[in-house]
Structures are given as structure tokens and as C-alpha cells.
């Protein structure tokens, strides 16, 4: 959406707001080659303007269909893997819908996905922009880049959020509407910067093994991003970081790991200054680099 004129709930206004927040497994359906994949919704959360929980519920898997990636939602979201228990997903859905013809707002962080995964992506075009809010099309990069809902939250307020639990993100969404219709809803520039490590001269031969039993950042880490580089005489492999604890984090694990492949005592961990190459020749040598 573009920026927009809007305005805010008034105290003592019949008009409220309420954010929502979808998780998400992939399940497939069919089988051969008409078989299809796609996102079901997992668990559903909502949160008022005035911070209270009016829905947290698990959503149950639709019928005739198999799990075909859980990963994120069990890892990250620390949801137990039993998609069978919870509510039907037209229960929520009913409940939005309600809001909606209620005249109230509904506000997400990429709303988009959220409704389709409510089957109420027909909102997106039935309902005025006044009354749903997509935060993330008003909280970017001084580049003009979409960021994660953790990123903007952090940026703002200086604290973590309970990011990856659909009640938590419901509930971070309605803290940043807040604090927008607090700052006259203009749109807010964020400065964020990725953290990078570079590793680079590993050779061909050598390279699929360091990888994955070296370089490789937790399976969980989903927020992560992944570079790879490759020539016939070497290759690259870039991580990006969301923020420098991350990447310090990811120092340490590579040090535990290079340690217990050489059978070397862990080397003295000291800080880590930008442009710092690797100080253990015996193991990486001049492979690493480190850069903003």
C-alpha cells in the first residue's frame, strides 16, 4: 500500500483496532503429478488496541492432507507437532469478518499473508485501506526496504520482542500501531544494517564438508541469510546477520565446532573488530573475513 492519510481510533471511540497474526506449516495434497503444496494456518492470535488477548488459539490442519514442512512452526514457533488439535480455521475467520463488518481496523505486519492463510484475502479488496493497516509498508529501511517485524520492534522501542509466537507478533504489531498513530501515522525510516561474515579461498574439493560441518549457522535460524559464491578454483560462503549478537553468536558456534573437529582446546575468545581476519592458522587460515 502507499502511504495513506489515515486516522487512528479516538480514545473513547466505538472504533477499535485489533491486530492479527497467522503461523504457518506447508502440507501437501494429492498425489503424483497433481499432487499440490501449500501453507495451512497453524495458530491464530489477536490482540486489542489496549494490549489484551482476544484469541490465541491452535487451528487445526485441514482434512486429507500431509505434513510436508513443520519446521519453522515447531523450532521457531515451539509449537508441539500434533496439527490435528485446535479450533477450525473458520472460526477465526468468522471472527475477523466480524471486526471488519463491524467498522473496526484490522492492523498486520504483512497483512497479505495473514488473510490469505484466514481465506479472507477478498478483504484486500472489499475492505478500505482505513481499515486495514499492512505496518510494514510504513516501517522501512532509510533504503525503502521492507524489514522483519522483530527488526522495527527493536528499532523503536530498544528491547526484544516475542517474535514467532502468533500472539506475541499480534501483540508487537499492536505496540508499533500504536506508537505510529502516537507520531501522526508518517511513514518511519528505520537504520538497519546487516552484519556480515564472509568466508572465503575454501577449495572445491573441501568445500561441501566445511560447510556443513563447520560453516553452517543453528537450523532454527531462519532470519539468517545465505550467500553462496562458486568458481572452479574456490568458492564463498556470506552470512548475513540481522544484528551483531547474531554474528557473535555464529563466531562462538564455528569455534566450539572447529575445536571439536581438530581436537584443539578452545582458543581465548576475545572482541571481535571490524575487518578481524581468523587467528587459528592450523584450521581456517585466511578464510574469513568480517565486514558491515
Not at 507478533?169 to 528505520?190: F, G, I, K, V
Amino acid at each position: 500500500m502507499a502511504s495513506l492519510a489515515l486516522s487512528g481510533p479516538e480514545p473513547g471511540s466505538h472504533v477499535r483496532a485489533y491486530a492479527v497474526d497467522c503461523e504457518f506449516i506447508q502440507v501437501r495434497q494429492g498425489k503424483g503429478p497433481d499432487a499440490r503444496e501449500f501453507n495451512v494456518t497453524v495458530s491464530v492470535g489477536i490482540v486489542s488496541e489496549m494490549l489484551e488477548t482476544i484469541l490465541y488459539a491452535r487451528v487445526k490442519q485441514p482434512p486429507r492432507c500431509q505434513v510436508w514442512d513443520d519446521s519453522f512452526a515447531r523450532t521457531v514457533g515451539n509449537l508441539e507437532p500434533d496439527w490435528s488439535i485446535g479450533i477450525r480455521v473458520d472460526i477465526a475467520c468468522a471472527l475477523v469478518r466480524e471486526f471488519i463488518e463491524d467498522g473496526h481496523v484490522l492492523v498486520g505486519w504483512q497483512i497479505e499473508g495473514d488473510l490469505k492463510g484466514l481465506k479472507l484475502e477478498e478483504l484486500l479488496d472489499s475492505a478500505g485501506p482505513e481499515q486495514i493497516v499492512d505496518l510494514s509498508e510504513h516501517f522501512k529501511t532509510t533504503q525503502g526496504n521492507k524489514c522483519q517485524l522483530s527488526e522495527a520492534y527493536r528499532e523503536i522501542f530498544g528491547r526484544q520482542g516475542a517474535a514467532h509466537d502468533a500472539v506475541g507478533d499480534a501483540r508487537m504489531t499492536m505496540e508499533l500501531y500504536n506508537w505510529w498513530c502516537a507520531h501522526s501515522m508518517q511513514p518511519t525510516s528505520l537504520h538497519l544494517r546487516w552484519h556480515y561474515v564472509k568466508w572465503h579461498s575454501i577449495t572445491a574439493d573441501n568445500y561441501e564438508t566445511f560447510r556443513w560441518s563447520v560453516l553452517r549457522p543453528e537450523r532454527s535460524d531462519r532470519s539468517t541469510c545465505i550467500e553462496e559464491v562458486d568458481n572452479a578454483i574456490s568458492r564463498e560462503f556470506v552470512l548475513k546477520f540481522r544484528s551483531e549478537g547474531e554474528r557473535v553468536a555464529y563466531w562462538n558456534l564455528v569455534k566450539r565446532r572447529l575445536c571439536s573437529l581438530f581436537h584443539c582446546e578452545a582458543p581465548a575468545t576475545r572482541h571481535i573488530e571490524r575487518g578481524v581476519r581468523c587467528d587459528w592458522p592450523g584450521c581456517v587460515g585466511e578464510m574469513y573475513d568480517e565486514f558491515r
